[in-house]
């Protein structure tokens, strides 16, 4: 895992259960320019619930991907996430860095609920310059095997990664690029994939809580399906429709109550086991449920609070034809990932 770094060109590659997405972005330039960005679609059954069922068709994919992008580097950056990956805020005594890193293997096993002789180990100082007897550290922890398995699978496809990031800092580079507002006080960001919910919770900037909610749109999907007896393509156009149908209504009020739950859980969460007493002040969702007609609309009521779409190129340069054929309103909301996965560049 690495967090920081530069080179010209990087790609970001998301590796989803519905999707197989690549950002190329150019960092030669006075800011970061996306010139590229190519979406492949999997099969149902090709991940589950994080599992790759079938190897073959995912490298397939992985390779096609990155081929499409037309651009040879050794920069590529991709990411793990899920439950065996930890991300947590710690308060420890303060130390020089490298008395840290000696430190940092007793503390997490007070805090990652994992062998540590099975997990690949991070952490980065939050408050370097300052000068209380403690310091806050993000201190993350991912499963080894879980590292692995994700770097064999591109090299599988021909396309070794020169960094693994976590799917939660990719998340947060992008959005405090496109959302520098929103790095004060306390929000939430909210990534609504095919299967899952990643839920984050920023404070001042800072990651200090992620969650992974059991909703996405494949659940909305079956509940039309379900209920109104539609096939896998009208549910899908009701979905990716701009125009909210009286048929979403039970969907949206369902699968909304289950993500507004989990926001409102995690948030009580930190009010009453960390030091952070700051109230949630806003919502932002993105990812390929963000697009839901009425969802946004209707979490903002629920939660009583203002929830908007989080739109991953709102301030990125992009090349004219990065996006070729790609409608930028529908896909916008799919490239937080993967476009901060390309923000991040190997060292």
């Known amino acids: 895992m690495a967090l920081f770094g530069r080179k010209k060109i990087t790609i970001g590659l998301d590796v989803g259960s519905g999707l197989v997405k690549a950002v190329v972005i150019d960092h030669s330039g006075p800011s970061p320019e996306l010139v590229k960005v190519v979406i492949t679609p999997l099969t149902d059954t090709a991940i589950v619930e994080g599992e790759v069922m079938d190897p073959g068709l995912v490298t397939d994919a992985i390779r096609q991907t990155l081929e499409a992008t037309g651009v040879k580097t050794k920069s590529l950056v991709t990411a793990v ?19 840290a890193r000696e430190l940092m293997r007793w503390e997490a096993e007070q805090h990652v609920p994992f062998d540590m ?33 994700k770097r064999a699978l591109l090299e599988d ?16 580079n992008a959005f405090e690029a496109n959302y520098p507002d929103a790095m004060r006080g306390t929000v939430a960001l909210i990534n609504i994939g095919n299967e899952q919910t990643n839920l984050n919770i920023l404070d001042d900037g800072v990651p200090i809580l992620t969650r992974d909610l059991a909703v996405g749109t494949r659940r909305f999907r079956e509940d039309m399906q379900r209920e109104h007896g ?19 209504d039970s969907t949206v ?51 009583r609070l203002p929830v908007q779409p989080a739109n991953a190129l709102a301030r990125i ?6 996006l070729e054929f790609l409608s930028t309103d529908e896909v916008a909301p799919l490239l937080m990932l993967p476009v901060g996965l390309a923000l991040r560049a190997a060292a």
């Not at 990031?165 to 998340?171: K, R, S, Y």
């Not at 995690?266 to 963000?290: D, E, H, K, P």
């Open 253 to 303: 009020a369902m699968r909304g109550e289950e993500l507004a739950v989990g926001i409102e859980r995690a948030a009580t969460f930190l009010s009453t086991a960390s030091r952070n007493s700051g109230q949630l002040r806003a919502v932002y969702a993105c990812g390929g449920g963000a697009r839901v007609p009425g969802l946004v609309e209707w979490l903002s009521s629920r939660l």
């Open 117 to 149: 002789d099975s997990v690949e180990l991070d952490f980065q100082i939050l408050d370097p310059d300052g000068d209380g007897l403690d310091m806050s550290v993000l201190l993350v922890a991912a499963k080894r095997e879980l590292v692995e398995s």
């Open 317 to 322: 340069t992009v090349r004219e034809g990065a």
């Open 230 to 248: 539609l096939g896998v393509d009208d549910a899908e156009d009701l979905l990716r429709g701009f125009d909210r149908s009286p048929m979403l």
């Open 157 to 172: 496809a021909g396309f070794p990664p020169s960094v693994i990031d976590v799917d939660a800092f990719a998340l947060h």
């Open 81 to 99: 996430g899920g439950r065996d990956v930890i991300v947590k805020k710690i308060s420890i005594e303060r130390v020089k860095e490298a008395q």
